[in-house]
């Protein structure tokens, strides 16, 4: 496999990934999935719907999501805008009380490499 190769598009569930955000587009590869590969060291695969307090946090942290940048053709993310996360930074979040909710359909499984399961689904907006 090549580093740029997408490894399976595969949720948590062990179900085909589904498309996480279109406008504006996320993911590694900006498909609007949550795909990876071994290219991706930060494991862009929670699929989260954005909120205020994450976007804060992320600022602080270092990642200012919120500011547009036209020179990377980056719009800016807004609460309510769906969006690939890294696992660490979700679990950092959590641990600082400023994690999203999570779309698991749209979770790509490498997450649960870093994040477990029963986690997730704590979070989860896509459960019955």
Known sequence: ????EKDDSINVFGQPLELCGA????GFFRDGCCNTSTQDRGSHTI???LTEDFLTFSKARGNDL?????????PGL????RWCLCASRWLEAY????????????????ALEIVPLELMQSFA???Q
């Not at 807004?78 to 805008?81: K, Q, R, S, T, Y």
């Not at 909710?101 to 749209?106: F, H, P």
């Open 1 to 4: 496999m090549s580093q740029w």
């Open 23 to 26: 406008d504006p587009k996320t």
């Open 47 to 49: 699929c989260v719907k």
């Open 66 to 74: 919120s500011t547009p940048r036209p020179e990377y053709d980056f």
């Open 78 to 81: 807004i609460p309510g805008d």
């Open 95 to 110: 641990n600082h009380d400023a994690a999203p909710k999570i779309y698991l359909a749209r979770t790509h499984q490498k």
């Open 125 to 127: 907006l896509d459960l």
